[in-house]
DNA sequence: TTGACAAATAGGATCAAATCCTATTTACTA
DNA sequence: TAGTAAATAGGATTTGATCCTATTTGTCAA
């Protein structure tokens, strides 16, 4: 929790019941949940906490680098019609998804116990971040 | 467009109009589109064709492996509060995420010329397919 | 410690993506 | 070429995300 209120003062982010309550919520929970799940928890400690508080305050976090957005941002789905392996650059500002391939990172795999567990269909490397037009919007960390 | 064909009668997909129009759209394409965008470029051809069709279509080309969903499904944005170094596996049926450790993946470097071009902010592995619990609806390719 | 101000919240309204429903049409098989 | 199961159109519904504005609340400086 103190790297959280290190953070905030950081970026100057005033630190509100609701805003430690959201945090401490997703710190607690293994599942990735999205701002829907961590509202329905923190009804039963703000009764009236509003769904765009929580929604809102998880993006605030994720900009300031305080949490991360994972697979997925709440966007429409998206096809690729490339099967071949490639990988992925997403840009978090413009949201364009750039092709790269690379033969070195095609060769990757998962230790053992991970395929053993699970069923894999599709390895990808996914990298983040900001692409050439986007640059000047990087978040200053 | 040979093989779009021969996975359509494969998996038993009758070939309509709409689903040939689909694929094309979407294989011309290097934008990664949403089901929107190919919708909207098709009521050109087909003033008529439904967005519904077009999702639909595109769901049932990827459940077939005809193409691919990438970053995102849709689905509601959701969050992870660690930032250290991890990757994910994704279960396409049961739709959670696992977290999973391995050192030797964590130092994979894309190559220079991605590194010079954007700036990356955050790197991940994401692997697809079935969980434990999910094995048994693994689609039969 | 207090007062002022900028920032954050609640709650309802709006927007957009995805899915569902059903009548109609159509591709495939025998 | 006719029968049948599958696919489509189009509208309705659901749900996640965002917007708007009046009210409340942290924070900083005096």
Redesign the pocket.
């Known amino acids: 929790m103190d790297r959280f209120y290190q953070k905030?003062?950081q970026h100057?982010?005033?630190?509100?019941?609701?805003?430690t309550a959201?945090y401490k919520t997703l710190e607690a929970s293994s599942s990735h949940p999205?701002?829907?799940m961590i509202h329905k928890v923190l009804q039963k400690e703000?009764?009236?906490?509003?769904?765009?508080?929580?929604?809102?305050?998880l993006?605030?976090f994720s900009k300031v680098n305080i949490i991360d957005v994972v697979e997925?941002?709440?966007?429409?789905?998206?096809f690729d019609p490339n099967l071949d392996a490639h990988h992925h650059f997403h840009c978090l500002a413009c949201n364009k998804i750039f092709d790269f391939h690379d033969t070195a990172l095609d060769q990757i795999t998962p230790s053992s116990d991970i395929a053993k567990k699970f069923i894999i269909t599709g390895k990808k490397i996914v990298l983040k971040g900001y692409c050439d037009n986007c640059r000047s919007q990087a978040s200053t960390l």
Do not use: E, H, W, Y
């Not at 100057?12 to 805003?19: A, D, G």
């Not at 997925?72 to 998206?78: A, E, I, S």
């Open positions: 905030c003062k100057s982010l005033k630190i509100t019941p609701q805003r959201v999205c701002a829907d703000f009764p009236n906490i509003s769904l765009d508080t929580v929604n809102r305050t993006i605030t997925g941002r709440g966007d429409p789905r998206r």
